[in-house]
């Protein structure tokens, strides 16, 4: 609720292994880590080719190790 005041522009909050979003973004920022959370090299698999569905280039930086 915080973010929506702070942040002009679409917020969405699901899951990323069946989320469902009916436009294309040049960019979708996903933070805190949230890809630590997937189980599993399967799960993630699962969510980049579900997230390539809404973004017209993916570019991914990632700091820090999956904990899979």
Do not use: R, W
């Not at 399967?42 to 809404?54: A, D």
């Amino acid at each position: 609720d915080i973010a929506k005041t702070k942040i002009k522009g679409k917020l969405y909050c699901q899951n990323m292994l069946d989320i469902k979003i009916n436009n294309k973004y040049d960019v979708i920022i996903s933070m805190f880590a949230v890809f630590n959370h997937l189980k599993s090299l399967q799960e993630l698999e699962i969510c980049f080719l579900n997230l390539k569905n809404f973004v017209i280039q993916m570019i991914f930086c990632m700091p820090h190790f999956l904990a899979l």
